[in-house]
């Protein structure tokens, strides 16, 4: 009976051993921390470029407006214009604008009349705008305006023309929507507060279309 003994606490003993070996594996699971390391490398590197601030070149944005239209009064319109991005709310900048016109008639105090008369209207501009809500925008543009006056003498029943410098000050309003990484479209109205006769746009108000990239 003793004999047995020995087979039996050896075979006790190889059981406890692989109980402990099952058990080892069981609360230290393989894992492979690298795909993690990864992601959070990533996201890690993501979050930096984030948070860098941008240089002078990234913030700035080029477009403008243009416009093209044809019938009794001809109009060719070009404004580019360059911006500047101070914050997420705020770009301000400048820019040029010519228009060719030329009209074959025109509303005067006797009502309308046919004339041929071409003008050439240019000058720089100087803009701010503040988004509000990333939905909207108000803001200002001065103009200064090199263009033709034409005003009618009724005591000659003829138009007298002049040449002269314009000053114009918009205040705009709208809807503003983001497009790509920092640029934005812009759609809405514009109000000239210094509108008078000798104006060079026909009236005091004026649509706004305007892309930047």
Request: some cysteine.
């Amino acid at each position: 009976m003793k004999k047995l003994y020995l087979p039996l606490f050896v075979c006790f003993l190889f059981s406890f051993a692989a109980e402990a070996q099952s058990e080892r594996f069981r609360k230290r699971p393989k894992t492979s921390p690298s795909p993690k390391t990864e992601v959070d490398s990533s996201s890690q590197k993501a979050a930096a470029a984030k948070s860098e601030p941008k240089g002078f070149m990234d913030r700035l944005v080029y477009g403008g407006g243009a416009g093209l239209s044809f019938g009794d009064n001809t109009n060719i319109f070009l404004a580019p214009q360059v911006g500047y991005q101070i914050n997420d709310n705020w770009v301000a900048g400048l820019g040029y604008m010519y228009n060719y016109a030329k009209w074959n008639t025109i509303l005067t105090s006797n009502g309308f009349q046919e004339v041929d008369f071409e003008n050439q209207i240019h000058g720089p501009n100087v803009f701010a705008n503040y988004n509000l809500f990333n939905s909207a925008f108000v803001g200002t543009q001065l103009e200064v305006l090199n263009h033709d006056v034409y005003t009618y003498n009724n005591s000659r029943g003829a138009f007298d023309i002049s040449n002269a410098w314009t000053p114009v000050l918009f205040i705009q309003g709208g809807i503003y929507q983001k497009l790509g990484n920092g640029g934005f479209m812009q759609i809405g109205l514009r109000l000239n507060v210094l509108h008078d006769e000798s104006s060079p746009y026909a009236q005091s108000w004026a649509p706004i279309f305007q892309l930047f990239f």
